[in-house]
Structures are given as C-alpha cells and as structure tokens.
C-alpha cells in the first residue's frame, strides 16, 4: 500500500488517495478464485474445477477483479489512515480513481472525521431564564386534577350529557358503504373528551341507554386516511350504557386520603404549591441550561460531517423504537399508521439530531479547554451511583455500560456545569413568551 494523497474536503472528510500494489490485487484475485471459483460452471469441467485463467478468459479479466478489491481494501485503508494520522467516525465512501497499466489500482477513501470545533467566550453567557411564579387558580387547577385521579363512574338511567361515557356499537358508512376502520363495539366513549371527530359525541349528547341513532360528520380535509378526507359519513351508533363521573369533593377529607401528612385542605394546598414551585423551578433551570447550550453553540465554528448528524438520527430512533415496543407498536407500523416513508421518518429527526450533536460537540470543546478529566475514582462513584439508582449490581453495570462513553457523558456533563455556573440568567422578554 502506498498512501499517496492526503486532502482535507468540506464537511470534516479527509480523502486519501491509496495505491494498492499489482501483487496484492493478483493475491486478492487467487484468494476469490479460491472462494468463488468452485460456484462457477465451465463447459467440459466439473462444477468448481474449471481453471483460473479459463474461466478468466470465458467470463472477462475482471471476473474476480471486484471481491480481489474487497479483499485487499481493509488492510490497506486501516495502514493508510494510520499514516494519515486521522481517526474516521464513520465507514468511507471509496472511489476507483484508475487500474494502472501495471496492474495496481489506485482508490480514493472520503473518511468522515471528527470536526475542528472554535468557541467564541463560554464564560459570563447570558440566557434567559423564566420567573417562577405560581397563582392560587394553579394549585386549584392541580387539587382538580388530583381529585379526577380519584374519580369513580356510575351507571344512570338518565339521558347522557357532556363529560358522560357511553358504551356504543357504532360502524361508519360513506356514500351507504361502509368502510374500513370505521367499526367498534363496546366502545366506552367520553363525551367531550374530543376523541371523536369533531362533532360526533355531541350528537351523542340526550342519548340514552338502549337508543339507537344515526351521527353524521364530515372527516377533515387532513384527515390521515386520504380516502376519507372530506368526505360526509354516518355512523349507525348503539348506546348500551351511560355513566357519570362523580370526583370527590375537594375538602378536609379529601386532603386526607391523598396526602399522608395533610391534615386539612390549607395544608395539602400549601403542600401542593411546594411542589409546583420546585417543579417548575426544575422546568426554568432546565430551559436556563438549554439556553446556555443554544448560545454556546451560536458561538461554535464547526464544518460537521453528514455522517455525524446520520448517526445522532439512527441513535434516536432507536430511543423512539425501544419508547414504540413499551406501547405494542413497531417503527414499521408506525410510519405505515402516519403515512410517511423512511425517507420523511427519517428527515422528521433530523434537525433534533443537528442541535444535540452542535451542542455535544461545543461541550466536548469546553471540556478540552479546561482540561477536565475523570478520575477512576469518579467513575466508581458514578457507577455505585447507577447501581443505588436502577437497584443493580455494580458488576452488572459496568457490564452493560462502555466504560469510554460513560467517561465521556461525565465530561460533558462537568463541562455543562463550569459554563452554567459562570453564565447569567436574564428574565424572558415579553416578545420572547409570545414566541
């Protein structure tokens, strides 16, 4: 092998240009005549015992030409980025430039490589950060939802109203067709809930136990089934039963039976509160902390490699897919519910995939500048930590956690804090808020 180029390209990819000697495409050939040769059918031979240079002459020079190259390119890309002095993040993308008169073949390698990163000042940002502030009507509208956690259905005679369930048959037909995905028994349906399309439970609305009734609606123009879109339907709908929602009211006693320290409504209020405040304390430090990121990053100089943001897309949809399967439903099923293809599933993750590798790599950048390492002491801490949390043994968790990526979270982790911890928070614009 003989490296005989090396050129930095757009995009962080650095092209090598290879030379891979006469004698080592001549061994790569012999080696896939061996591998190859005994699947190939001569005329006058025995399966596989047909001659090289026969078979050569029968079918072309290069009839072993290709796997010869796919042979000899490993080990003469892996010697040509180490005189290159480049680590690739990702596979290269190869060209055959020329086959010399000699027989050597010279191949051009693109290798996506790691970006040189600039900052602008990552000490004293200024970010915006939201007011906490929390009114009375947000821990009633919190002292409601909790009482909705609590509340129990019952079956009445009367007609339904709104905030009613109803259980119904119900099938669907357009133009007197019905169609499909349209039908449902026993379906319990909350009126005014808005799960229906628009329209449909209010017609249920009056109906009682027993009553048959005709809903029409009209799908929207968007709907996902384009079949669909537009058009009027009526669905034949059966009420079987209707239920009330009766909540608790939200008193002494109430307060009691959700909190194990309350003792009357003013003290869950006030417990209530707390916890609202903390939570969102933790929502404006994590915006804060966002912020930070974005403005550091609007300060980065980088030429990042497609490959690079390709990866952060597979690494997230990856998280999606695990996320999909806790649900019963496979990334294939979802694009085919939503209507994409892989193409459109893909780009819907590409922007999320842009800013976290950006963000990633102007923290990565901090953390080179100040010198941050961690210690094996750190990361013993680290995992003992990991273990207490996921109640795990420590061995397992250094089992199923690389101890390099690990070492690296903890850096841009450490890296995060030194710049929050010099940066000033400035409160939200109006304009900003309206955004």
């Known amino acids: 092998m003989a490296l005989k180029n090396v050129e930095k390209q757009e995009k962080s990819i650095v092209a090598l240009t290879v030379e891979i000697p006469a004698d080592q495409i001549e061994a790569g050939k012999e080696k896939a005549f061996k591998k190859n040769g005994k699947k190939i059918t001569v005329p006058g031979f025995r399966k596989g015992k047909a001659p090289r240079k026969l078979i050569e002459k029968l079918y072309g020079e290069g009839v072993f030409f290709e796997d010869a190259l796919n042979i000899c390119y490993p080990e003469a890309y892996e010697a040509a980025i180490k005189e290159a002095g480049i680590d690739p993040i990702a596979p290269a993308n190869v060209e055959i430039q020329e086959v010399t008169d000699e027989g050597s073949v010279i191949i051009v390698c693109k290798a996506p490589v790691a970006p040189e990163v600039t900052l602008s000042e990552y000490k004293g940002i ?17 002292l409601e939802r909790m009482a909705q956690r609590l509340a129990r259905t019952e079956t009445v005679e009367r007609a339904a109203k709104k905030n009613d369930t109803v259980t119904i048959d119900f099938e669907g037909f357009v133009d007197g067709v019905a169609f499909e995905g349209g039908k449902g028994e026993n379906h319990p349906l909350k009126l005014g809930s808005g799960s229906f399309i628009p329209g449909f439970e209010d017609q249920l609305i009056g109906t009682k136990a027993g009553q048959e009734k005709d809903v029409t609606v009209t799908f929207p123009e968007d709907y996902h089934a384009a079949e669909l879109a537009g058009k009027e339907a009526v669905f034949k709908c059966k ?53 930070i990121i974005n403005k550091l990053v609007d300060g980065m100089t980088a030429d990042i490699p497609d490959a690079m943001i390709d990866q952060q897309v597979d690494s997230i949809i990856r998280d999606f897919g695990y996320r999909l399967q806790m ?10 519910a939503t209507g994409m293809d892989a193409n459109s599933f893909r780009a819907m993750f590409h922007q999320q995939a842009e800013t976290q590798v950006k963000g990633r790599l102007a923290l990565q950048k901090v953390a080179e500048l100040e010198k941050i390492e961690i210690t094996d002491e750190d990361m013993e801490k680290e995992i003992a930590s990991l273990a207490e949390q996921y109640n795990m043994d420590v061995k397992r968790v250094k089992e199923i956690m690389p101890a390099d990526a690990m070492r690296e979270d903890m850096k841009i982790d450490r890296a995060v804090e030194l710049v929050k911890k010099s940066a000033k928070a400035i409160k939200k614009t109006a304009e900003t808020k309206e955004d």
């Open 126 to 142: 200024e970010a915006e950060r939201s007011e906490v502030k929390v009114m009375a009507a947000d821990v009633k509208a919190e």
């Open 327 to 336: 649900q019963g439903m496979s990334i294939d099923s979802y694009i085919k």
């Open 239 to 291: 009420v079987h039963e209707v239920k009330e929602t009766i909540t608790p009211a939200i008193d002494d006693e109430f307060a009691k039976d959700v909190s194990e320290t309350a003792e009357t409504l003013a003290d869950l209020k006030k417990e209530v509160k707390e916890r609202l405040v903390k939570a969102k304390n933790e929502e404006a430090d994590n915006e804060f902390t966002q912020n």
